[in-house]
């Protein structure tokens, strides 16, 4: 579940740009000597379950080599209020300076990674596994949907570039979705995933006799959901999208289908708060 520090770190350093400017901390500098040091606590001040603890950590890191960040848990686990999620220690200037930063990360992940928590542990019962959207914060996908993973749920495609998605649109542009079907394999590779979106059953009837991969069954009723499934008899993995709560979760996965996907995860979800104290 780790994420390649490749892949975060600059993020973390446009972010640490657009705090710091350029004068830096002006609070920080005229206060706290350089070689002053101490130690403080991360702690979360709601239960909720974590993610972003090394990408915290990194943030201070990249302030100031010299501070030390230990974790006391792990992305994923679960706390309670009160509970302490890291220490650090080292030069007073330092921990100051990257204080926000790295608690925006990890309050705004581990807020994702609660939502999603939630969401998992009330389809339970059920099959069906929760999956996130492209609805990211544009910049911070890799992350955000790296938090999903920390609260137990699954990633969709990371972008356009990973899997075909064929959606409403793209139909009305085609003609039709045998068309837009036919297009898509002209120009994709043979590894290449090719999924559907219908809003009908007459949609979907037309999308299983192209062979389609999987189905997107957008905005369906639940009984509509439900003779789906039967209809797709397992020749076609079947996800569901559309007003995905926690409240609307269960009944959904109740119909049967394979995937849940939630843009909620991601757009609607709040921080975690998350607390620095020296």
Known sequence: MKLDPLIYEPILRRALDEDLGEAGDLTTSAIIPAD???SARLVSRQPGTIAGLEVAGRVFS???????????????DTVEAGSVLATVAGPAAGILTAE??????????????TATAAIVASVRPHRARVADTRKTTPGLRALEKYAVRAGGGVNHRFGLDDAVLVKDNHVAVAGSVAEAVARVRRSVGHLVKVEVEVDTLDQLHEALSEGVDAVLLDNMSLDDLRAAVALVDGRALTEASGGITPE???????TGVDVLSAGYLTHSASSLDVGLDF
Do not use: K, M, Q
């Not at 990249?62 to 994923?76: K, S």
């Open 248 to 254: 609307t979760a269960p009944l959904i996965a109740a």
């Open 36 to 38: 002053v040091t101490s």
């Open 62 to 76: 990249l302030v100031d080599p010299r501070i030390e960040f230990r974790p006391e848990l792990a992305d994923g």
């Open 100 to 113: 926000r930063t790295a608690l925006n990360f990890l309050g705004h992940l581990s807020g994702i990674a």
